[in-house]
């Protein structure tokens, strides 16, 4: 019943209750147009006074307090975790205020458009994410514009994507679901997808979130992380934060420093963006530097944990276990109760007269999950690029794996584990998935169990997946494996040409075997697909073989592939044998001249530090050209993607008719690398 309808006034309302009695409340005018606007629902006692005054029939009250029971019992879990947006500090959402109290907000060149973009959505629902660097000022303009626009709109701050998916089944109220670092949301089970989004759009919910520019970039690449993220962000309506403040906003903010110390201060520091200063990012770089070993330590295992895509706090007995990698002999024959004690005298510790620690202590990120510390977002963005070549050292690795109860975290561990041929560490992830339930853990563990010639190994774990019903092709890999085990046996031999052709079928499970013998039957296809692998894989000496013996398409692969690799030397001998596209590749690159030598490679990096995921097949092209092993070891320690292959390829090409060295090339694609970089030529005991 409206207010018009009753013939009775804002006035007549509080006149009315104002003598209420009991449980019942007089009605202010505030309360009357928050109610009658369907901005809040009424609690009992307001109701109850509302309905003296209104005078309804017996039945009409009966029906209305039982529609407001109904609606009540439905929105109660709906609105347990929720606030109006007024009531929420901005600390609470996230802004990375280093300065107390919060400074004035400077006014940005996108607020008009990010405002306007809010004001829509309060009428059509919206999907907005901030873009841009760490402590550039994302979340901070993000809560100016909401709290312009949708002051009394609930509040929702999800946990993970569970929680979102949550809200798509709650009852049709309206608010803003805030999802700051949006990259915690990506690769989560159940995922988080545009169908998903969309529908709160659709339910009119406003959804915003903020995005480091490097992980925005990474995941508009779909090569890297698949199409679904792609399409999600293409659904957002971007905002771009940039670094630096424009001249306008430079001169908004001398104003506002008139009588804002915080920001006068900001501006004095000229080296550094202001943004950044307000939020202590230049302090917590010289806290690190300066630290002592144990805090040091404790703060670059939290950031290369960040690194390595662990969002959630690392508790206190994750974290000890961590530092041992990053602490001398003599520092860790230290108790660790001592670790911990300069860990939170230091690290954890707020920087004077701010609200920011290097390595503050935050609470889990789901209920009943242990507290724990986290690199700050400025520092953690800011050592990964210093450390981006350094591979973490082992203690991290498994510490993070075996006491990590997120599937979607181990999995990114062993992803990041594999970028690095760090096989033995992906073998512990895919072990540690297995166990907290991934069915298709068992079969990646198989396949690596498989490379390195542990079938008997690889045969137990599949039967044991198969024994826990995980997945249908659990069964199916199981029976290849025990074929590949026949297929086998009859190359264990001491002739090198049977080890090559081993190490080749456990490698690829049959392909480069099977495209060998459909092309020694004349089938030309399967040759030009061997020939194509070859050059991939760098194997120049089987490559040349082809090529010497007329096949149709390897001898133009050869020459491309000398001609990569600056092998003058050979690509004159075919120009005078009569190779017409040697002869052409061997004057491109002798009249190229010096100038052409050393092309992009810092330009490159820079953009690989800012998640340009495209600059990485340049790159590692590059670096391959150049024959620089030590560069692209250093991008296999970075985890760039396609430097594995590139460094493989680079080491076979450069074995020639050296069987002993290539043999040592297959062991090194077989087990890869130990975390301190050393050769895993060897069988390690990690498959559990």
């Not at 209750?17 to 202010?28: C, E, F, I, Q, V």
């Not at 510790?349 to 242990?370: F, K």
């Not at 199916?476 to 052709?501: C, F, G, N, W, Y």
């Not at 050059?535 to 149709?552: I, N, V």
């Amino acid at each position: 019943m409206k207010k018009d309808r009753s013939g009775l006034s804002f006035s007549d309302f509080e006149r009315q209750t104002r003598h209420a009695s009991g449980d019942k409340r007089p009605l202010s005018r505030s309360t009357l147009s928050a109610v009658l606007q369907g901005q809040r629902t009424p609690q009992k006692p307001v109701l109850e006074s509302f309905l003296d005054a209104l005078n309804p029939s017996v039945g009409e009250r009966v029906e209305i307090m039982e529609t407001w029971e109904r609606l009540t019992d439905e929105s109660r879990e709906w609105q347990s975790g929720l606030v109006r947006v007024a009531e929420v500090s901005p600390r609470e959402l996230g802004v990375n205020a280093g300065i107390r109290p919060l400074p004035g907000y400077v006014p940005r060149h996108f607020d008009p458009d990010l405002r306007q973009l809010i004001e829509d959505g309060t009428r059509q629902g919206c999907f907005v994410v901030l873009i841009g660097g760490s402590s550039t000022g994302k979340t901070r303009s993000l809560y100016e514009a909401v709290r312009a626009k949708a002051e009394q709109w609930w509040l929702a701050q999800p946990a993970d994507t569970r929680d979102i998916y949550r809200l798509l089944d709650e009852p049709d109220r309206r608010a803003v679901i805030w999802l700051d670092e949006l990259a915690r949301f990506f690769d989560q089970t159940p995922a988080l997808t545009k169908p998903q989004v969309a529908r709160l759009v659709r339910a009119g919910h406003i959804v915003v979130g903020t995005l480091w520019f490097e992980d925005y970039k990474a995941r508009m690449d779909s090569r890297v992380t698949g199409a679904a993220e792609r399409e999600l962000l293409v659904f957002a309506e971007p905002i771009d934060v940039p670094p630096r403040f424009r001249p306008a906003e430079q001169l908004c903010a001398r104003q506002l420093a008139t009588t804002d110390s915080a920001i006068r201060a900001a501006l004095d520091a000229s080296e550094d963006g202001l943004t950044q200063v307000l939020a202590a990012g230049p302090e917590l770089m010289r806290r690190w530097e300066h630290a002592p070993p144990y805090a040091r330590a404790a703060i670059t295992a939290a950031a290369d944990a960040r690194r390595l895509g662990i969002l959630s706090p690392l508790p206190p007995e994750l974290l000890l276990e961590a530092m041992s990698g990053y602490l001398s002999r003599p520092e860790q024959a230290a108790s660790r109760e001592s670790w911990l004690k300069e860990v939170d005298a230091y690290a954890a510790q707020r920087i004077n007269e701010t609200s920011i620690a290097a390595l503050p202590q935050e609470a889990g990120d789901r209920p009943g999950s242990p507290p724990g510390y986290r690199a700050a977002d400025f520092l953690a963005q800011q050592l990964r690029i210093q450390r981006r070549v350094q591979c973490p050292p082992e203690s991290l690795w498994t510490a993070l794996i075996d006491r990590l109860d997120s599937k979607d975290e181990v999995r990114r561990l062993g992803d990041a584990a594999a970028a690095r041929m760090r096989y033995r560490i992906q073998a512990r992830a895919l072990h540690r998935l297995a166990t907290l339930g991934d069915g298709n853990a068992c079969v990646e563990l198989a396949t690596l169990l498989v490379r390195r010639d542990d079938l008997q190994a690889a045969e137990l774990v599949l039967v044991d997946g198969v024994r826990g019903q995980r997945e249908t092709r659990t069964a199916t890999t199981l029976v290849e494996v025990m074929t590949l085990r026949e297929r086998s046996d009859p190359l264990r031999t001491s002739d090198p040409t049977a080890q090559k052709l081993l190490w080749d079928l456990l490698y690829d499970r049959g392909e480069s075997l099977d495209l060998r013998a459909r092309a020694e039957r004349g089938d030309l296809t399967a040759g030009d697909d061997l020939a194509n692998l070859l050059a991939e894989r760098g194997e120049l000496a089987e490559l040349r073989e082809l090529a010497d013996a007329g096949h149709r398409l390897a001898p133009n692969l050869l020459t491309e592939l000398l001609a990569t690799l600056r092998r003058t030397t050979e690509l004159a001998a075919r120009a005078e044998r009569g190779d017409r596209v040697a002869a052409t590749r061997l004057d491109q690159i002798t009249g190229a001249g010096a100038a052409d030598s050393v092309p992009g490679i810092a330009e490159l990096r820079d953009e690989l530090t800012t998640g340009g995921t495209a600059a990485a097949d340049q790159l590692t092209s590059l670096l391959f050209e150049l024959g620089d092993e030590t560069e692209l070891r250093a991008e296999v320690d970075a985890g760039t993607p396609r430097a594995v292959d590139r460094l493989l390829a680079l080491l076979m090409a450069g074995c020639g008719d050296d069987a002993t060295a290539a043999e040592k090339v297959r062991r090194l694609r077989a087990f890869g690398m130990h975390p301190d970089g050393t050769l895993a030529l060897t069988e390690g005991k990690d498959h559990g």
